[in-house]
């Protein structure tokens, strides 16, 4: 199935290369400079879009630090902040938005958002977004689902946590309110997420399921993940992008450096390349590789009337002479003429008086097979 879509007139499905995503987020380290080299990398590693995230701490969350407005896990990366704090250091400031996509553009990249609510969808419309990505947190928000939706533009919407029954409202809540053109990305909403955790499999599944194009938003380590999903039908791939994961910054750990990212976009090509479709047999470029194949020649030289034998009727390359699958068939016959070491077999080197020789049907002399 195919389910090909376009966004700001690059094409996204099976037919097309994967569509690469390198996601900000907090990366800049509340430095617009920063921001700004973030963007330059990306283009620089080959990166078809760049993506932000649109909110304030107040519009994500309650000022407050205790119960569960504070992140006391003792295995998460923001172990110690309450929401807020953490939201603060994290979001892009809103009037950074318009700089950043300018500068995306002017690379050729597609620059846009995860809005958080709906005044930040306003925002966006306001600068002229490609599309729109849904994050796994927000992905049962219907109001701001079809918030996006009615805008009419491409919506990319991340699957974490959900369930069939959840995503299914989803969908139908944005195919209701307007959205013609959806993409859904696998996504583990563990960060950083492990490889174990990430069901792959799901990809060709969610395909059929919602018949629209699907992808990956990987949190995992290194770029095998996302490597492997194109080869399940993944036609995008997100991935945090950062200048270098020592600077730090909320979103750090699980980021991609520049290095990774550029093996990322080729690497996802090369799997897609591969890809082809279902062939077997001889393809134009293999052509030259016929000779290498084993065949059957003569070993040792040979006077008129002389018999077959494994010794001087070899299997060996190259592969001019007749497909090895004659070999016992031409065991004990003779041979009609002199025959020098280095010949290739043919039918014609056997003697035409041997009455106990059975041409193959369907073969000449001249055939080699």
């Known amino acids: 199935m195919t389910n090909t879509i376009s966004i700001a007139g690059h094409s996204i499905g099976r037919s097309h290369r994967p569509f690469i995503i390198a996601e900000m987020s907090g990366n800049h380290n509340q430095s617009l400079d920063r921001a700004l080299a973030i963007v330059d990398a990306a283009a620089k590693c080959g990166a078809h879009a760049l993506k932000l995230q649109t909110y304030t701490p107040d519009t994500m969350t309650l000022d407050l630090d205790e119960g569960e407005f504070f992140i006391d896990d003792p295995n998460s990366l923001w172990r110690g902040t309450s929401l807020h704090k953490l939201y603060h250091d994290a979001y892009t400031p809103w009037e950074w938005h318009a700089p950043i996509f300018e500068r995306a553009r002017s690379l050729g990249m597609i620059p846009f958002s995860t809005p958080f609510d709906a005044t930040a969808v306003d925002f966006l419309e306001s600068l002229r977004v490609a599309c729109y990505k849904i994050a796994s947190f927000e992905n049962t928000d219907l109001p701001l689902i079809r918030k996006v939706a009615a805008t009419g533009k491409p919506m990319i919407i991340s699957t974490g946590m959900a369930t069939v029954a959840e995503l299914d409202e989803t969908v139908r809540?944005?195919?209701?309110?307007?959205?013609?053109?959806?993409?859904?990305?696998?996504?583990?909403?563990?960060?950083?997420?492990?490889?174990?955790?990430?069901?792959?499999?799901?990809?060709?599944?969610?395909?059929?399921?919602?018949?629209?194009?699907?992808?990956?938003?990987?949190?995992?380590?290194?770029?095998?993940?996302?490597?492997?999903?194109?080869?399940?039908?993944?036609?995008?791939?997100?991935?945090?992008?950062?200048?270098?994961?020592?600077?730090?910054?909320?979103?750090?750990?699980?980021?991609?450096?520049?290095?990774?990212?550029?093996?990322?976009?080729?690497?996802?090509?090369?799997?897609?390349?591969?890809?082809?479709?279902?062939?077997?047999?001889?393809?134009?470029?293999?052509?030259?590789?016929?000779?290498?194949?084993?065949?059957?020649?003569?070993?040792?030289?040979?006077?008129?009337?002389?018999?077959?034998?494994?010794?001087?009727?070899?299997?060996?390359?190259?592969?001019?002479?007749?497909?090895?699958?004659?070999?016992?068939?031409?065991?004990?016959?003779?041979?009609?003429?002199?025959?020098?070491?280095?010949?290739?077999?043919?039918?014609?080197?056997?003697?035409?008086?041997?009455?106990?020789?059975?041409?193959?049907?369907?073969?000449?002399?001249?055939?080699?097979?």
């Open 173 to 369: 809540a944005a195919r209701a309110a307007g959205c013609r053109q959806l993409v859904l990305l696998k996504c583990t909403s563990t960060y950083p997420a492990t490889s174990s955790d990430t069901n792959l499999l799901t990809i060709p599944h969610m395909r059929k399921l919602f018949a629209c194009e699907v992808g990956l938003s990987d949190h995992t380590f290194g770029i095998g993940a996302s490597v492997a999903s194109v080869a399940l039908g993944a036609t995008v791939i997100e991935k945090h992008f950062t200048l270098a994961r020592a600077d730090g910054g909320v979103d750090s750990t699980f980021s991609m450096e520049p290095e990774e990212m550029a093996a990322l976009v080729v690497e996802t090509e090369r799997a897609w390349l591969a890809l082809g479709e279902v062939h077997y047999g001889l393809t134009e470029k293999e052509r030259k590789s016929l000779v290498f194949r084993r065949s059957l020649y003569v070993a040792e030289d040979l006077a008129p009337g002389d018999v077959l034998t494994e010794k001087n009727l070899r299997i060996i390359r190259p592969g001019l002479g007749l497909p090895p699958k004659y070999f016992e068939t031409l065991l004990g016959k003779r041979v009609g003429r002199a025959v020098r070491r280095g010949t290739p077999m043919s039918w014609d080197v056997l003697s035409s008086a041997d009455d106990a020789f059975q041409m193959p049907q369907g073969k000449s002399r001249s055939d080699r097979g």
